[in-house]
């Protein structure tokens, strides 16, 4: 690319956005205490620094820790009706989750959001690791950053603009060294010193990567194209009401050093007001010093300090700026826990706090948003440059360890797709959330699958599912076994040996102290005994007892008793009826009750 028309590019953008550089600096020396550099004389010698703490920096570090939970990430697209559809979902999803932790970005977000609160905007950067042949994601600092974008939003071109040591610029492009250190051409050339900061200015496009020098004659280091064919770069920026990138402190900074004058002021005049003159009669010859002094005088009354009081208007005004940079920063009292009204329930501490949750809303729908297409240009990106390398991937999915072999052009296979949320409940807090979710679920107004990928903690929503319908079953199982032992007393009444049932469950007992899961235990207990030698197993079709007598078990078959026509299950032997059957059907002199009566009734 052309260097004059790359650096006329530049120079347009760094014109355009002086207005934004200018803001940028001046939070950035507020920030650090400097408020001598942005408002020069504004602190006295003695106090070169506020003795006021800095809210913009409170305000923007505790907005940044709610902002940093890193979203939830998810590669499924609708409903997908078949087994291989959804593996390959899962397959991609635990592929972007690698991207994630590979780039480290959970130690990161604080920082990233940090950035984005303060200065409006922030880039992400999709960079190829050829070390370890995947993408790599990294958040730029939005300082001395050039985005442009096209009128559908896209970023065409980004450039990067810092200093740096010239011994170091020498020490990476050993090539261009003496350019760099700009090493004598005559003998009267003093040359550059080594720690010389030289100001570096790298342009990217969709053709090319540009880095060059304009303090060296624009000296270009590196020229390369650029083989991905777009601008690798995703930007989360604030709502503005116009083109330019503002932060959420921008008018906050006056507010605040307005507040740290007064507070200088105050100290100053609490100063002169202890050490003020001392106004004295004119009676009095000697003026002793120190503690327990005595003055002899005749007019007592007139002894007094030449001195001002402290108006009782500047601790309005410091009330008043107190307040206005709450209301700059949007910070409320509930978001720090200073609150100072007499609030009986928690409605109001949740009034207060409403527009701070509106804040982490919109910043996490934003944030969010350049992940999912920072995480769309890194399966680009892979399946690009890696098209058929086979790679190993480690990490955690919802708090499920996983380990994947992948190959991009098989398990990405130009599906670029990501979704990329903070769930349904973004904005509140965990017990908030939880409440919510279970009002809904209560009222069948959402399935609990729903619930559970909206719960305020990492898990694994098919796992989970399966191990509580396990503890169900199992559950279910212990209440059937139950039974059976409540019922024992009732068989041992009516003639019948109990020992059998005891026995399983003691069985069953047994079992389970040598760590057998439940399930398998009742199994082992209830399975039917072996059958004889030369017979038919007992609780098979057509098996019997070991005497060959009537027959007995369950015939797997139709579920009813073995040797038993269907529909006879609770009948006698041949369909017979029972003999309390036959004697409900007789009258008290021994004759049959042919009586039948008809009842209707009305369904439900």
Known sequence: MDIEFVARRVDALRRASAERDSRYHELYDVRRGKLSDVMPGSLPDAWPHPIVANWIDTAARQLAENLAPLPSINCATGVMASEASRKFAGKRTKIAYSYVLESDLKKKMPTACDWYISYGMLPIIIEPDWETGRPVLRFDNPMKSYPQWDLRGRVISYTKVWREEAWKLAAKFPEYSPQILGEKANPWDQGASPDTMLECIKYCDKDSYVLYLPERQNLVLLNTPNSFGKVPIAIACKPTYDEQARGQFDDAIWVHLARAKMALLGLEATQKTVRAPLAIPTDVQKIPFGDDAILRTNNPRDIVRVGQDFPAAAFQQESMLEQEIMRATRTPAAATGDVNASIITGKGVEALGAGYDIQIVTGQTMIGNAIQEALSLAFEMDETYWPDTSKTIKGTVNGTPFTETYRPAKDIKGDHTVNVTYGFASGMNPNQALVFLLQLRGDQDISRDFLQRQLPMDIDVAQMQSQIDNEQVTDALKQGVFAMLSSAGIMAQQGMDPTETLR????????????????????????????????????????????????????????????????????????????????????????????????RSVPA
């Open 504 to 599: 399983k469950a003691a069985s069953i007992i047994e079992m389970r102290e040598k760590g057998t899961p439940m399930h398998e235990a009742i199994l082992k207990a209830f399975a039917p005994p072996p059958a004889p030698p030369g017979g038919t197993a007992p609780g098979t079709p057509g098996g019997g007892s070991a005497g060959g007598g009537v027959p007995y078990g369950i015939n797997p078959a139709t579920g009813s008793p073995g040797g038993v026509a269907a529909g006879q299950a609770e009948m006698g032997v041949g369909g017979k009826p029972d003999l309390q059957t036959l004697l409900a059907g007789l009258s008290s002199s021994g004759r049959p009750n042919l009586s039948a009566s008809v009842k």
